[in-house]
């Protein structure tokens, strides 16, 4: 089994170009590769929660510059839904359970239980949250949009007050409007 990851690493070296961009919910990285997008990093996130190897800094890039505006354009309340071309770095399980992300719609939620369901694996509730934490686009696949089973929030890699405000901007389940500081 190790030998076969150490070959897949080897065929699949992508070069990532990032920059970062300013919003209301904290200074975001935004990671490319030429296919697409391939993260939205949060500022105090985990190192190990996405893994994508080397990176250098291109503030020009043409995806990130799509990224930032279009997620500019989401936080100031005039956008729903994003067209910039998506290369997130996953297992098979883990693009499944992104693909039932994106397909949650904007202002809306949905339970783990319900995303299994969704995938077609209702055991698997538990591999759903563990594919949801990895999610390396954070906002774009919209697993802010997940729930738990109770309808409270629960874990968010930009932690719980940024998953109520982004729910709260969406009209959804999120309450009371947030505010933050630019930095």
């Known amino acids: 089994m190790k030998i076969i990851l150490e070959k897949q690493d080897m065929k699949t070296k992508t070069h990532y170009v990032y920059k970062f961009t300013p919003t209301v919910v904290g200074k ?15 500022e105090n996130d ?15 890039h043409p995806i990130l510059l799509q990224a930032e505006r279009e997620l500019a354009e989401y936080l100031d309340g005039k956008r729903k839904t ?5 290369d997130p770095a996953g297992t098979p399980f883990q ?4 693909d039932a992300l994106r397909a949650i719609p904007f202002g809306e939620t949905r339970s783990y239980g319900t995303i299994a369901k969704q995938i077609g694996n209702v055991k698997a509730v538990r591999a759903v ?3 949801t934490g990895r999610n390396p686009i954070s906002v774009m696949v919209p697993c802010h949009r997940v729930i738990g089973a109770s ?32 930095k």
Not at 35 to 42: E, N, P, Q
Not at 82 to 86: T, W
Not at 151 to 161: R, V
């Open 28 to 42: 975001l990285k935004l990671v490319a590769s030429d296919k697409g997008l391939a993260a939205i990093l949060w």
């Open 46 to 60: 985990k190192p190990a929660r996405v893994r994508l190897g080397t990176l250098s800094e291109d503030k020009n």
């Open 82 to 86: 994003f067209s910039v071309r998506l």
């Open 95 to 98: 693009n499944k359970v992104w």
């Open 129 to 131: 949250g563990a594919a």
């Open 151 to 182: 309808g409270s929030l629960t874990g968010f890699a930009g932690g719980l007050k940024t998953k109520e405000y982004l729910l709260a901007l969406e009209g959804g389940e999120g309450g009371k409007q947030m505010t933050f500081s630019k």
